[in-house]
């Protein structure tokens, strides 16, 4: 599967955005997804997760650093999943990546390691 992620930009502190995670090659409700970023000279870090589509619920995983601010949604039939940042902060400045696993429970993942395809980055800049 070919992931294209999309939506970064520059906000202020205090705005939204919403980045988008499209879908092409496999049927993307088969995956479950999850978002990363990136600053400059840190670790790659988890942001939120969301399990694999085709069920009534799907299950859905935050860091402490974004929860409450951040929703993972899924759009199975555009084979895209979207996060609403809400009330960004300077320290959400990063490049933000989105990775997706086949998944055949509803779990999701918060790990780099587990999962086996990946977007290019779309840069998140939050001016104070």
């Known amino acids: 599967v070919q992931l294209q992620a999309s939506g970064g930009g520059l906000v202020q502190a205090g705005g939204s955005l919403r980045l988008s995670c499209a879908a092409s090659g496999r049927t993307f409700v088969d995956y479950a997804v999850g978002w990363f970023r990136q600053a400059p000279g840190k670790e790659r870090e988890f942001v939120a997760a969301?399990?694999?589509?085709?069920?009534?619920?799907?299950?859905?995983k935050y860091a402490d650093s974004v929860k409450g601010r951040i929703t993972i949604s899924r759009d199975d039939a555009k084979n895209t999943v979207y996060v609403q940042m809400n009330d960004l902060k300077p320290e959400d400045t990063a490049a933000y990546y989105c990775?997706?696993?086949?998944?055949?429970?509803?779990?999701?993942?918060?790990?780099?390691?587990?999962?086996?395809?990946w977007g290019q980055g779309t840069q998140v800049t939050v001016s104070s």
């Open positions: 990775a997706a696993v086949a998944a055949q429970s509803a779990a999701y993942y918060t790990a780099v390691s587990e999962y086996d395809y």
């Open positions: 969301v399990s694999r589509g085709g069920g009534r619920l799907n299950f859905a």
